[in-house]
């Protein structure tokens, strides 16, 4: 077996475990349902830790637009340790929590002390129903089949997020069925962006990548500069787009690799950014929607979703997988096995 095999092959079966994970979603909802409809929530918090309180950021998002309730995303480590920061007996606050494994400390920690400050309900996201966060749960979807041999975080994240994001369509009255058709749609865009992946991942030159992303997307920007930097230790940051010209940008060099995430709302102004950013020299490669003739430089990847804004994000995430995966392999690296090698 290859460097990075069951890597490779539990990003592949993507497609199948999303639909396992809004069947495990559907027979939550009504619960779900029932408990946003009998409670009036103040306040919405979203944690877990690594991939998972970046999964939180994009749930935050999109809660606070659809729902106009605060929402936001606390790692799990703040919430553990600085409780009196983050909860309160004066507020109703729904806690959802993500964790792949269920068992995080810090995660289970967080939600020990969301009960002991007054904090109102939890509902647990995971990927393994038996385990000791998955007891704190009022409202639980599982998603067991998602779990993973490698270390790596790929098709447990998009699974759970994709929970998420159906969590946050019933939450604001959007038709959650419409992802449905996900699987089908990742399955279309890997074949149509084949040869830029391969080219990309293939890349050695590159020596920094840069991810932009604004609004939900940003949590999906920093999620895949965790991947970048867990398989293929080459230096990665994620950035808001416009927050990158403010100084970030001046670390930027001929063998830098910018990856836009484009959204719909702020699309004239991310275009702005990537066109000064690819007007002076730098490589850039943007994923969107739909081109309509982009007048913006490098390289771009349609998804041709035809979904609403708030249902596409997950497809922006798994090309970028992929290219993570093979800088790493290309450079002689097992994302299967992250050992820790410190230098003499």
């Excluded at 069947?23 to 979203?46: C, G, M, V």
């Excluded at 840069?210 to 230096?235: H, I, P």
């Excluded at 416009?242 to 004239?268: C, F, K, M, V, W």
Aim: with cysteine; net charge negative.
């Amino acid at each position: 077996m290859g460097l990075g095999s069951k890597t490779l092959a539990e990003m592949e079966s993507q497609p199948q475990l999303w639909t396992e994970a809004l069947r495990q979603f559907e027979q939550r909802a009504d619960e779900l349902q029932r408990l946003w409809s009998t409670t009036s929530f103040d306040e919405i918090i979203l944690t877990g830790c690594g991939s998972t309180y970046y999964a939180g950021m994009v749930g935050a998002a999109l809660l606070q637009a659809g729902t106009g309730i605060t929402a936001r995303a606390v790692s799990a480590t703040e919430l553990m340790l600085f409780p009196e920061m983050n909860v309160s007996a004066h507020r109703t606050t729904l806690l959802i929590c993500v964790s792949r494994s269920g068992t995080t400390r810090e995660t289970v920690a967080a939600a020990e002390m969301f009960r002991n400050h007054g904090g109102h309900s939890i509902v647990v996201v995971t990927c393994s129903s038996e385990s000791p966060l998955a007891q704190t749960a009022d409202v639980l979807v599982a998603i067991d089949a998602a779990q993973e041999e490698s270390r790596v975080q790929t098709r447990s994240f998009s699974s759970m997020l994709l929970a998420v994001t159906a969590l946050a369509a019933l939450f604001t009255g959007r038709d959650w069925r419409i992802l449905a058709s996900m699987p089908e749609r990742l399955e279309r865009l890997t074949l149509a962006s084949a040869e830029t992946v391969e080219r990309l991942g293939r890349d050695l030159s590159i020596t920094q990548f840069v991810f932009l992303g604004s609004g939900a997307l940003y949590g999906l920007a920093c999620e895949a500069m965790l991947k970048m930097t867990e398989m293929a230790k080459l230096f990665s940051a994620a950035y808001h787009p416009l927050e990158y010209l403010h100084g970030p940008h001046y670390t930027a060099n001929a063998t830098t690799q910018l990856i836009g995430l484009l959204s719909d709302g702020a699309r004239a102004e991310e275009l702005r950014v990537f066109n000064i950013l690819h007007g002076r020299g730098l490589a850039l490669f943007t994923l969107c929607d739909a081109n309509r003739l982009l007048p913006v430089g490098g390289t771009v990847i349609t998804l041709d979703s035809d979904l609403p804004e708030w249902g596409r994000g997950l497809l922006y995430l798994p090309p970028l997988q992929r290219i993570c995966w093979l800088q790493a392999v290309e450079r002689g690296f097992d994302p299967d096995n992250l050992a820790y090698r410190p230098q003499a």
